[in-house]
C-alpha cells in the first residue's frame, strides 16, 4: 500500500506539474527506477523506458487517486491513459471536478 | 450406476477426446505455418528450472510438487523450451511448438474451465523484439480464425497472470498496462480465456542465457491454447 500524500492542487498544469514532482522525486527515492539522463517532462515515456516500474505503478496510482480524489477503474489501466504524464493528467484530470478542500 | 469421484481432469471417451485432437491438430498447423519444430516434453520439470524463471516467487500456490525438492509438476509448457535452449546462441529467430500436461492447484476445479489437470498446446517464439511484435499479430489473427470455426468467437482483452504475492499487484497492473498478456475471452462463458498471448520482453532470454548473435538476450513470447476448454465449448460438429 502506498504512503504517499499527493499534494492538494486546483487545476491542470498544477497537477502535472505535481505529477512530474512526484515521478522525479519520492518515486524515484523509493524505488530507485532506472531514471533517464534528461528530466522527466509531460511527454516523456514513462514505462517503456523504466521511468516507472513495476513497484513505481502502485504509487502512480495512489498518486493520481489521491489527487483527483477518485478511483482509477481498471479499464483505464492502458497506456492509451498512463503512458506519458501528459497522457494521466487528460485522462484523469477534470478541472470541473477537482475535489473540493 | 456410474460412482463419481473426484477428477484432476476429465475422463474422456474416444469421441470426445478425437474433439480436442481435432482442436490441436489446427493449432499445431498455425505452428508449422509459422515454421515452429515439434517437440514433446515431460510431465515433470525440475524445481531448480522453475526457480530459475522465477515461478516459485511469483506463482507458489499454483506450482504442485511431485516429490518434495527436485521434481514438480510443469505448470506450463513453455518452460521446458527455455531450459532446454539455455546457453545457447541462435544465429536465426526459433518456434517451437509443445502440446502437453499441465498441472497448478487450483483451488476450485470445473471440467472444461478450471482443471487442476489440463492440457495445453503452445507455440513458443525466440527472437528479436520487432519480429515478435510481428508474430504476435499474425498469431492473434490465426487463433481468432481457429475459434470461429469452432463456435467460439471472442474478444482479446488485457489480462494480468494470477500473481501470489500482494506485492506483485505492480507487475499485474504493469501486464495490463503495457498489454503483455492478452486473453482471447469467450462472453458466452463468463469470459473464459481459450488462449492467450504473452510477450516476455528478454526476460526468459536473460534468465536461461539464450542470446542473440550480438550477445542480447533473446525475446520470447508464448502462444497458449488450453485445449480443454476448447473442446469443451466448442460446436462439436464444426470441430
Known sequence: ?101 | MIREYPQAAPVRCLNQQTVLDRIDARVRGLAASMGAREMQYPALIAREVLEQAEYTQAFPHLLMSACPTTWCLSPAVCYHTYAHLAHRTLEDPMVVTARGRCFRAETGSAPGERQIEFEMREIVLLGAQAWIDASAETARLAVETIARDAGLSGDWEAAEDPFFLPAAAGKALMQRLLKVKVEYQWPQAGGLALASINRHGPFFGQRFHIVMPDGTPVHTMCIAVGLDRWAHHARKEQV
Do not use: C, Q
Open chain 1, 1 to 101: 500500500m502506498s504512503n504517499f500524500l499527493a499534494p492538494r492542487v486546483e487545476n491542470r498544469e498544477a497537477f502535472a506539474a505535481a505529477l512530474i514532482a512526484f515521478i522525479e522525486g519520492p518515486l524515484f527515492a523509493r524505488h530507485g527506477g532506472s531514471r533517464p539522463s534528461a528530466t522527466v517532462d509531460v511527454s516523456t515515456p514513462l514505462f517503456e523506458t523504466g521511468v516507472i516500474d513495476s513497484l513505481g505503478i502502485i504509487d502512480l496510482l495512489a498518486f493520481v487517486e489521491t489527487a483527483t480524489g477518485r478511483p482509477v477503474p481498471m479499464r483505464k489501466v492502458d497506456m492509451r491513459y498512463f503512458g506519458t504524464v501528459d497522457r494521466i493528467t487528460r485522462a484523469f484530470w477534470n478541472d470541473k471536478e477537482a475535489p473540493t478542500p
